[in-house]
């Protein structure tokens, strides 16, 4: 085809216009990139790919890598953004980013990118996990990379992440490594013959409220008293901690009138004063967990006190007053007056005590202490406990203290989340998720819910919230979110029982209404005494039948059956399901176990269980005009229900009558 004289004037003025504008910018300076882009990395593939970062404005930036090159001015603000062609998997390659001084990133792979999110269970670490030592021994693989976000906190988003940076999954790197990160990894590589690179970003004992941004959470009314609904920040600190001392009070009443209640025979009135009379307490040397001084296997609240002398040099001057970490969650009083609260089991506590409290002669230091799960207690190293003056003058706390076991866990009310630690409303997401958006990923794998099952009902809401926050903060689409289910743990029931570990489960499966979700249910591989099951290899790899299957479209059944509907038939309930892969068995018995009945009384029985075909017939003599059925409804449920590929059933209920957390906040 010939070019009109017109088609070819206009092409050279564009070219001279390119070539000009690509003139009048200056190569950047002081280019900086966030901590992901750096050697050994893996690009996403299949998609256009951000590379981004800061600079002095105005200038121009170059990217060049597998061919392309690309350039971008920064702006006013010291931000500049380009994106890239998408690529198909493979490397390694060389980035080049080309500004008054040039970056070169070395060993580029690409291929497909997850973040490994949650808490303990996802940070839980190869290092740990069944067969470690033959699993890190095998764990040769160049083309996985992994990359470990130290952990960090922020009131408002960060820009960046601290870390070691990406490294070559090998026996000397993959032991710190999240095991259920690791395993998922392993099998998308070796199914789908890619490189994979894994984001690792978690924290242990945490809730999905501080993984979740300001703009998620203002949409939930249960967490909107924190957040600026004005804006997309939180408000200030002293705010916060203003609003947080307000809501302590309001649970310490609680707690008071629980114990004046059920306990009323305990003396605890003034019990935080210099006049209390505490020689009926017992004696305790701090620091120390309480496990390991006499309160073995206790939870709940304990309280603690100390006297102390202050001489005259004191009167008029304020003190600080170190107390070491806490397990977990702490109110101190000076003298009788609440002078601090925290909520963080590694946090080491510090409480400003103002002039106006100190007298001169006896003092006292008064400390409760609570705590739901593991040691308990006031512990760490003995030279963290002190009082100290503005001159760095210090008085040890360490020794004998008071103490009176207080209110068993059983009966202490709901606590109030520490806003500024790891647990507070968007702290984890603004210090180690935010960071690393808009890097190109696949998608997320996340295990997570233990910190959440005492607000189960809440956690429905909250939890699909977060997922569609990541997706909307990261601009690409409904990208897949795949999670874990809680494992089974805790003693196990003689009768069916409301359970709050059953209720978070069940809010946990129903955010597989979202769009490009799946679930890898977990109630059969967990551990009665241990929150932390070491089975994480077939916790890894249910995720990854999830993915090989949604993500990848490997023609495979992924899912164990989940319930789908039910009918009374003749005084019986029949129940069908999805996911029935190639039919429904009991395992390791011919008869199904787990399945309890009930009718309008909402008084349930265990029942009879029988496969027909793809359904279950269910009934009780007990239960003549039954309506409800659960099955697998405990925090460790004896249970049975697999479909014939060996994938079990979610626990579920066909009621929707209030559960244990319902309310809860």
Not at 241 to 253: A, R, V
Not at 307 to 325: C, R
Not at 549 to 573: A, C, F, H, N, R
Request: a negative charge; proline letters at 5%; one cysteine or more.
């Amino acid at each position: 085809m010939k070019l009109r004289m017109f088609d070819v004037l206009f092409i050279f003025v564009l070219m001279l216009l390119l070539v000009s504008c690509s003139q009048q910018f200056p190569p950047a300076t002081n280019v900086t990139m966030p901590a992901m882009f750096a050697d050994h990395m893996v690009l996403q593939q299949g998609i256009p790919v951000p590379v981004w970062g800061s600079a002095d404005p105005g200038g121009q930036v170059i990217v060049e890598i597998n061919g392309q090159s690309k350039r971008g001015v920064v702006k006013s603000d010291g931000s500049w953004k380009i994106k890239l062609n998408s690529m198909t998997a493979g490397g390694p390659f060389t980035m080049t980013v080309v500004a008054a001084d040039t970056t070169t990133i070395q060993d580029v792979l690409v291929g497909e990118v997850w973040i490994c999110s949650g808490q303990s269970n996802m940070e839980f670490p190869v290092v740990r996990t069944m067969n470690a030592e033959t699993e890190i021994a095998n764990a040769n693989y160049s083309d996985i990379r992994l990359f470990i976000v130290d952990k960090d906190t922020s009131i408002t988003p960060r820009t960046d992440v601290t870390s070691e940076g990406w490294k070559l999954c090998s026996p000397e790197t993959v032991g710190p490594f999240s095991a259920v990160g690791y395993f998922f990894g392993r099998d998308i590589h070796t199914s789908q013959h890619v490189p994979v690179g894994l984001i690792g970003s978690y924290w242990g004992g945490t809730p999905a409220e501080a993984w979740t941004s300001s703009q998620g959470l203002k949409k939930l009314a249960d967490f909107r008293n924190l957040i600026n609904i004005q804006g997309t920040r939180i408000v200030a600190v002293s705010e916060i901690m203003q609003f947080y001392m307000d809501k302590i009070k309001e649970w310490q009443d609680k707690v008071d009138n629980i114990i004046a209640e059920k306990y009323p025979l305990i003396d605890f009135e003034n019990w935080n004063t210099v006049d209390f009379d505490a020689t009926n307490w017992d004696d305790m040397q701090l620091p120390q967990f309480w496990n390991n001084a006499g309160l073995k296997d206790y939870t709940g609240i304990v309280r603690f006190r100390k006297l102390i002398s202050l001489p005259n040099d004191f009167a008029g001057k304020p003190l600080k007053v170190h107390v070491g970490a806490i397990d977990e969650a702490d109110i101190a009083w000076f003298n009788g007056v609440i002078v601090g609260a925290a909520d963080d089991w590694d946090k080491k506590r510090v409480y400003n005590i103002p002039d106006s409290l100190i007298h001169v002669g006896q003092n006292v230091i008064a400390i409760q202490v609570a705590n739901g799960w593991g040691l308990g207690g006031m512990y760490g190293p003995a030279e963290d406990m002190y009082v100290e003056t503005s001159n760095g003058w210090k008085l040890p706390l360490e020794g004998d203290w008071k103490y009176c076991v207080t209110l068993p866990n059983s009966d202490v009310p709901g606590r109030v989340t520490y806003p500024i630690g790891p647990n507070g409303y968007t702290m984890l997401y603004n210090g180690m998720i935010a960071p690393l958006i808009p890097y190109g990923i696949r998608g997320a794998i996340w295990y997570q819910g233990e910190s959440n099952a005492e607000r189960a009902y809440q956690y429905r809401s909250l939890f699909s919230e977060m997922i569609m926050d990541w997706r909307m903060h990261w601009k690409e689409g409904n990208f897949p979110f795949l999670f874990v289910q809680l494992a089974n743990y805790n003693e196990r029931t003689n009768e069916p029982v409301d359970d709050s570990w059953a209720e978070l489960r069940e809010a946990q499966t129903m955010a597989l209404l979202l769009p490009n979700t799946g679930i890898a249910v977990t109630v059969d591989i967990g551990d009665a005494v241990d929150i932390h099951p070491t089975n994480k290899q077939e916790v890894g790899r249910r995720l990854a039948l999830n993915a090989r299957s949604q993500v990848y479209g490997e023609t495979l059944v992924y899912s164990g059956p989940i319930y789908k509907d039910m009918v009374v038939e003749d005084g019986k309930i029949r129940l069908s399901f999805y996911h029935v892969g190639g039919g429904l068995v009991a395992k390791g018995d011919d008869s199904l176990k787990g399945f309890a009945i009930a009718g309008a009384d909402h008084k349930f029985v265990w029942a009879d269980a029988k496969i027909d075909g793809n359904d279950i017939i269910v009934s009780s003599p007990d239960v003549t005009e039954p309506v409800a059925v659960r099955y697998a409804w405990a925090a460790n449920p004896e249970c049975n229900l697999y479909n014939k590929e060996e994938l079990p059933a979610s626990p579920f209920r066909t009621d929707d009558w209030e559960g244990v957390t319902f309310g809860k906040k």
